[in-house]
């Protein structure tokens, strides 16, 4: 395997008060990736929380950033937002035009989990990051991948928050965690009967609770075992992500931590 590099910063991309947003790039095998940084004044004194959110098939970094901007919530969180490659979908795109996100593969020949590890890495060598404050979000193929992080890096986050995704055939949730699944009643890509699926299978992974709990006209609590809760959260849309979805993320992940 070739060697793994981190590049330094790039470039300012913009500032928010005291904050940052930053342009990152690693080399990796060869490959230049990238990736958008919220920073937090603080981050390089004091731990800071670490989100990652990934962008769906044929997304950009940019435009996640756009639909999240989880530091209008959360601005003690760092919050990184990776670029994806060109990669064949399993829904759309079969010639690989657009850019997603490999769910195949645990082996170092994963590239966006060597991504994903050298993210982490550099990350840790720059800022305080608080180790048990780490967390997933993605939309779609994004939300696959974020299960694809949970099937092979259970041990580093303490939550994971996939959106109309489901657990792919390659590979299997072994580990109980923290999760809030969301998805549109009329999705017509992740059709919500496989959603479903993948939603009972994370209730019987984390020994939930058959009642759930109302916490808001869209949104349910099944009560886990250890505090391994899962969150489901329905609207009556299609694939798209709901603005709406940004807040109850960002609660859903400051409730939880590593225990």
């Keep these: 395997m070739k060697k793994l590099l981190w590049l330094a910063l790039i470039f300012y991309s913009g500032t928010l008060g005291a904050q940052e947003l930053i342009s990152k790039e690693w080399l990796i095998n060869g490959v230049n990736r990238q990736a958008l940084i919220y920073v937090p004044a603080q981050a390089k004194k004091q731990k800071s929380p670490l989100i990652f959110a990934f962008h769906g098939h044929g997304g950009t970094m940019r435009n996640c950033y756009q639909g999240r901007k989880f530091e209008k919530f959360w601005p003690e969180a760092i919050t990184i937002y990776p670029q994806g490659l060109n990669t064949p979908g399993t829904l759309t795109d079969p010639e690989g035009k657009y850019p997603g996100w490999l769910i195949k593969d645990t082996t170092l020949n994963n590239r966006d989990l060597q991504f994903f590890d050298q993210m982490l890495l550099s990350l840790k060598q720059e800022f305080q990051i608080d180790d ?36 792919s055939r390659f590979f299997s949730l072994r580990v109980p965690k923290p999760a809030l699944h969301l998805m549109g009643e009329q999705d017509p890509l992740v059709k919500p009967i496989v959603q479903r699926f993948t939603i009972n299978r994370v209730k019987k992974l984390n020994d939930c609770s058959t009642k759930a709990e109302v916490l808001s006209p869209n949104l349910q609590r099944f009560e886990g075992n250890q505090h391994n809760d899962l969150w489901v959260y329905t609207h009556a849309g299609g694939h798209g992500y709901p603005a709406a979805a940004n807040e109850i993320i960002i609660n859903f992940f400051k409730a939880y931590q590593k225990h």
């Design 132 to 167: 048990n404050r780490i967390y997933a979000t993605g939309h779609s193929n994004g939300g696959a991948f974020v299960y694809f992080l949970w099937a092979t890096r259970p041990t580093v986050f303490a939550a994971f928050a996939p959106t109309a995704a489901s657990v």
